[in-house]
Nanobody, 119 residues
Framework: QVQLVESGGGLVQAGGSLRLSCAASGNIFSNNAMGWYRQAPGEQRELVATITNGGRTNYADSVKGRFTISRDNAKNTVYLQMNSLKPEDTAVYYC?????????????WGQGTQVTVSS
């Protein structure tokens, strides 16, 4: 099994910064992608950013230039540095890891961490 443990959420004023961390453990295939998603109340879960084990990144337009995703492959840990936070960034943030193994797709999710940005 694979477990993901997120940390770093909290309450911050608009314009402030937070850094989220997500440590993955278990039977993870080395060729994988990790990412951050978020879900605001009454909204669908949406992509924030993803990063492959090779370092290729992808960002939602709404966070480009403000958020930076990175990872430590040796620790199977992904980070999300969030700067210039806005009230509309308020959501539960979830990390995930996905990979293919023997032709089958596997995706695992963390439990989520609350980020609240006050105006």
């Amino acid at each position: 099994q694979v477990q993901l443990v997120e940390s770093g959420g909290g309450l911050v004023q608009a314009g402030g910064s937070l850094r989220l961390s997500c440590a993955a453990s278990g039977n993870i295939f080395s060729n994988n992608a990790m990412g951050w998603y978020r879900q605001a109340p009454g909204e669908q879960r949406e992509l924030v950013a993803t990063i492959t084990n090779g370092g290729r990144t992808n960002y939602a337009d709404s966070v480009k230039g403000r958020f930076t995703i990175s990872r430590d492959n040796a620790k199977n840990t992904v980070y999300l540095q969030m700067n210039s936070l806005k009230p509309e960034d308020t959501a539960v943030y979830y990390c995930n890891v996905g990979f293919l193994r023997f032709g089958m797709s596997y995706v695992y999710w963390g439990q989520g961490t609350q980020v609240t940005v006050s105006s």
